[in-house]
Nanobody
Framework: QVQLVEFGGGLVQAGGSLRLSCTASGSIGSINAMGWYRQAPGKLRELVATITGGGITNYADSVKDRFTISRDNAEHTVYLQMNSLKPEDTAVYYC????????????????WGQGTQVTVSS
């Protein structure tokens, strides 16, 4: 069994900062890319940022220069530092990991966390 658990959501005023973390646990073989997605009410889930095992990052245009994604490979953890938050960043943020299990180490699949609410007040 593999689980992704997120921490760090909450309520913050516009201009403030939050740091999200997500740790993968269970019978993990190898983790390739990890990332963050978000879904606002009435909208589709969208990519926020991704990071490969080698540290190559990719950001949505809307969060570039404000958000920073990083990861700790040894701890199977990915972080999202969010600065200069705006009300339009309000959403449920989901962690994603593309990983294989010990039982089938070459079979990579996407796993999702349960989501953490981020609310930015104006």
């Amino acid at each position: 069994q593999v689980q992704l658990v997120e921490f760090g959501g909450g309520l913050v005023q516009a201009g403030g900062s939050l740091r999200l973390s997500c740790t993968a646990s269970g019978s993990i073989g190898s983790i390739n890319a990890m990332g963050w997605y978000r879904q606002a009410p009435g909208k589709l889930r969208e990519l926020v940022a991704t990071i490969t095992g080698g540290g190559i990052t990719n950001y949505a245009d809307s969060v570039k220069d404000r958000f920073t994604i990083s990861r700790d490979n040894a701890e199977h953890t990915v972080y999202l530092q969010m600065n200069s938050l705006k009300p339009e960043d309000t959403a449920v943020y989901y962690c994603n990991a593309f990983l294989s299990r010990l039982s089938s180490i070459y079979d990579y699949r996407a796993y999702w966390g349960q989501g953490t609410q981020v609310t930015v007040s104006s």
